[in-house]
């Protein structure tokens, strides 16, 4: 069993709400930083200072925050009403049980039994407005003894290994952070490695670009959990990454070109140590790539994933073989990282 991954998957952190992750993620790796501190808005910074062949300054960025739900009120039966944090399909959310507020209460998003349902209602989605979350409470008044709005709501799914791949909720981005925790783990790098745990991704790459500025890096490595659609209908023979393929490169996406030469870099990596990888299809999504790239004056930066399959719901699959590539495939991409790779002047 994969400790770090089933504690970090199972930790709760919606964006905004990111404190618990973040202490866990700091007790994970004080003992193999050198120092480390938390900006004002959570993004958890820390310095492993490089053994001194190189002047360098790296950043390796992993996004803590999950997508989950924000209370916005009550209705007179008890129930709550909630607002989404980060992309949803309003399908993936009727019936499903959630971890409330700080207390993590639990509660249920209530959905109208099919034995109830007309053949219409059920040959139409229900939208996230109509639906609430029953925590068990008979009125407005006892709802709101129990829970604040503002507060998060998070989806409840135990980490599991089924072989080779594993199962848990967040591995969107938890897979990242496990692995950014192993590569601080390992022996210093021979320039000052910053590992930023950013928050706030998932509702607008709203961290990293912070968390870049006050780095001040000369080149950015971003760690990922990106959406596999491997298991496709018939009709739709065009699967993006899969699962067992290896870590996925991104060239292009909504928001960002990766910079040529450090992908090209990270290729020739892999392909020196045997390396398995696949290139994501240029599409929508996106990465801090999009924010990091842009501070300061431009800064090189690509991004490594894990692909998962069902993003964004509450149980994400992930194979481990592609998870332990991804700390491979990153950790040798950062020890042969001179200032002649990252340089650009043509
Ligand atoms: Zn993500």
């Keep these: 069993m994969n400790e770090l991954l089933k504690n970090l998957t199972e930790a709760v952190g ?40 190189s002047d360098i300054r790296v950043m390796v960025d992993a996004h803590m925050d999950e997508v989950g739900l924000i209370v916005s009120g009550y209705d007179g039966n008890g129930t709550l009403k909630f607002s989404g944090i980060g992309g949803f399909d309003d399908r993936s959310l009727l019936g499903k049980v959630v971890q409330v507020g700080p207390k993590k209460l639990t509660g249920v998003i ?15 989605v229900t939208k996230m407005k109509d639906m609430r979350i029953d925590i068990g409470v008979k009125d407005k008044d006892a709802a709101s003894g129990k829970v604040k709005i503002g ?39 021979p320039f ?36 596999a659609y491997d298991l496709p209908n018939k009709e739709d023979a065009s699967p993006n990454v899969a699962l067992g393929a290896g870590p996925s490169l ?5 928001g960002a070109f990766q910079s040529p030469q450090l992908v090209s870099h990270i290729m020739k990596t892999a392909d020196a140590h045997n390396i398995p ?29 894990v692909p998962g399959r069902y993003a964004h719901t509450p149980a994400m699959m992930i194979n481990l073989n592609d998870y332990a ?5 990153a950790e040798a991409t950062l020890r042969n990282l001179t200032k002649e790779v990252i340089r650009r002047d043509t």
């Design 192 to 227: 000052d490695l910053y590992a930023a745990f950013t928050v706030q991704e998932e509702v607008g790459l709203r961290g990293a670009g912070a968390a870049a500025y006050s780095i001040k890096p000369d080149a950015a490595l971003i760690l990922e959990c990106t959406p």
């Design 151 to 189: 507060e998060r709501a998070a989806f409840v799914t135990e980490y599991e290994e089924l072989g080779v791949t594993a199962v848990a909720k967040a591995f969107d981005n938890r897979a990242g952070c496990a692995a950014l925790v192993e590569l601080l783990r390992a022996r210093p790098y």
């Design 325 to 329: 590539n991804v700390v491979k495939l």
């Design 250 to 254: 991104y060239v292009m996406d909504s």
């Design 14 to 53: 919606v964006s905004g709400a990111e404190k618990e992750v973040r202490l866990l993620i700091r007790d994970l790796i004080a003992d193999y930083v050198d120092e480390w501190r938390v900006d004002s808005m959570g993004n958890l910074i820390a310095l492993k200072k490089g053994a001194g062949a």
């Design 277 to 305: 990888y696949q290139i994501r299809k240029p599409g929508g999504g996106g990465t801090n790539t999009a924010v990091i790239q842009r501070v300061r004056g431009a800064i090189p930066a690509a991004t490594i994933a």
């Design 110 to 124: 209530g959905a109208r039994p099919i034995h109830l349902s007309t053949a219409s209602q059920r040959n139409t």
